[in-house]
């Protein structure tokens, strides 16, 4: 506050130093030298900003939120190592600028999200809480609808998307979660999960991040930054991950293949702009490679459970069978009246479809999948249920179950590494030699004693009596039936072996399981 401070302000101060001496009366002896009044500088949500801005070669840090001098030394060692080595060295995706997205080019928007972050700072702060500022902003073209069937919406990037619907909330038979857990939870999670299960879900996903690269030079692009082959025939569709040099993971999403030079990535919502710049950082400069980010222009609904393909086909001349629309493939087609690029695959493992839409076709085609889907049962879905099915799958999610930090083998991905393929990618080097290393940690899942005890992620885990890792993320379970954690742990925790997981200050006994917990063959999503 050296540069520009404000006048002193003695009766603002006088109730803060009565209190602090209520709390610790030594102070009253004390002197005041000087009254320091000056101005701080808050971020959105309450982080630092750091990073290389989309100007090639200009950093930032700044946004130090009133505790950048607990931070300065290793945020000092990061910034350094990022401009000399291209990567912080450690993961610090939540202090990442690029964690911001266009929205914020509003003054308006940004300093109404700032002001309710200062003005809730000491505030307690539950799992899982909404923030109000700003909204809505961003609206799928179905939320009319959405919000017809009783949504209760959450945020994400500045999109709206229902946690769950309202409409769906009947009591579940299983255990309700203990404490902290019941806050910003809903009985209707279990009923959309296990809806999809046993019927069908249909779920908007209009907020994820969609990208196109497309070029003469896109497929080499590509496989030098990923670490699966793409090099696949049209209307394949690959899971891979972007690594780092250290051979850590710093994207992971699905590549569609439109054609000989022309690619569709799906990533999730909060990532979008991540990976663009970790793309556009690696981008030729020679006009081989185009990276178009097209979010905004297509809508995304998703239709899953084992009732999907009773459901659409009658909507489409294309057959739907497995043998003619393979798992890991994509077509384009019609449904209903509506233009889609539909591929096959899932993130709650069941067997459907991503069906892909100009945006203002969004509307049109929810009303046709939902007129089709009620005589079946088929119910609106949220966001909850997805991660509650996710986790029975053991499907990961960047910035908590792999990061920066974490390189696929260690993840359990190392099913998606193709180190032998023609082209050498970033990371291989590191991956290659951990490989012959060998790992010495493995992401596990962990099945909690007590059901109702809820993890949400940070919480460590013993083993043997020692702390051995802590929760990458965590839920219920409503298929199984069973409270579910994920930690990295050292590699001699195999399937079986007994951990403790602390749940609010209380150590709950827990099994390492082997994964997926739910249908460990993959049968219902090639059904």
């Not at 300093?111 to 109000?132: G, Q, W």
């Not at 069908?200 to 030079?217: M, V």
């Not at 909507?315 to 449904?335: G, M, P, Q």
């Amino acid at each position: 506050f050296n540069n520009r401070l404000l006048p002193e302000d003695w009766p603002r101060f006088e109730p803060l130093s009565q209190n602090a001496i209520a709390r610790v009366p030594p102070l009253e002896r004390g002197e005041v030298v000087k009254l320091i009044n000056g101005p701080e500088a808050f971020t959105p949500d309450n982080e630092f900003i750091l990073g290389e801005s989309p100007v090639r070669g200009f950093f930032v840090a700044a946004g130090f939120c009133a505790h950048g001098i607990a931070g300065a030394g290793g945020m000092g060692k990061a910034m350094a190592d990022w401009i000399i080595d291209g990567e912080p060295g450690l993961d610090l995706w939540k202090m990442d600028l690029r964690r911001f997205g266009g929205q914020y080019a509003s003054q308006a928007y940004t300093l109404a999200r700032t002001v309710e972050v200062y003005s809730t700072y000491y505030d307690i702060h539950y799992p899982n809480e909404e923030r109000h500022a700003g909204r809505p902003l961003r609206l799928s073209p179905t939320y009319p609808r959405l919000k017809e069937l009783g949504g209760a919406f959450g945020e994400k990037s500045g999109w709206e998307r229902p946690n769950w619907f309202t409409t769906n909330a009947v009591e579940p038979d299983g255990p309700r979660p203990d404490g902290w857990a019941t806050q910003h939870w809903s009985p209707a999670i279990a009923s959309e999960h296990r809806a999809t299960r046993e019927r069908a879900g249909l779920f908007d996903e209009t907020s994820f991040a969609k990208i196109e690269i497309s070029g003469p030079g896109a497929l080499r692009f590509l496989q030098a930054l990923c670490d699966n082959d793409l090099d696949h025939p049209v209307g394949s569709i690959t899971y891979t991950q972007m690594l780092n040099q250290r051979g850590g993971i710093e994207c992971d999403f699905t590549v569609t293949r439109l054609g000989e030079a022309r690619f569709f990535i799906v990533t999730g919502t909060a990532f979008g702009n991540h990976d663009l710049a970790w793309m556009r950082r690696h981008q030729p400069t020679d006009g081989s490679v185009l990276i178009e980010d097209v979010t905004s222009s297509r809508a995304c609904l998703g239709i899953w459970g084992p009732r999907a393909r009773d459901i659409v086909q009658p909507l489409t001349d294309t057959d739907l069978s497995t043998a003619a629309f393979a798992y890991l493939t994509a077509r384009s087609l019609a449904v209903g009246m509506v233009p889609c690029l539909a591929l096959r695959v899932t993130y709650v493992g069941e067997l459907g479809w991503e069906l892909y839409c100009p945006t203002e076709y969004g509307m049109q085609l929810w009303d046709t999948l939902w007129k089709a889907g009620t005589p079946f049962g088929m119910v609106a879905g949220g966001y909850r249920a997805i991660e509650s099915m996710r986790l029975e799958k053991g499907y990961r999610v960047w910035s908590t179950d792999i990061t920066p930090d974490d390189n696929p083998y260690e993840a359990g991905l190392g099913f998606a590494v193709r180190l032998n393929k023609s082209i050498d990618f970033i990371g291989k080097s590191a991956l290659a030699k951990a490989k012959e290393d060998g790992i010495r940690r493995r992401l596990r899942p962990l099945i909690l004693a007590d059901p109702a005890s809820i993890t949400f992620g940070g919480e460590p885990v013993k083993v043997d009596g020692r702390v051995a890792g802590r929760v990458t993320s965590g839920g219920f379970g409503y298929t199984i039936e069973r409270s579910i954690a994920y930690a990295y742990l050292p590699l001699a925790c195999k399937p079986g072996s007994q951990a403790e997981v602390q749940v609010f200050s209380r150590w709950v006994p827990a099994t390492v399981a082997s994964e997926p917990l739910y249908d460990p063959a993959g049968e219902r999503i090639r059904a």
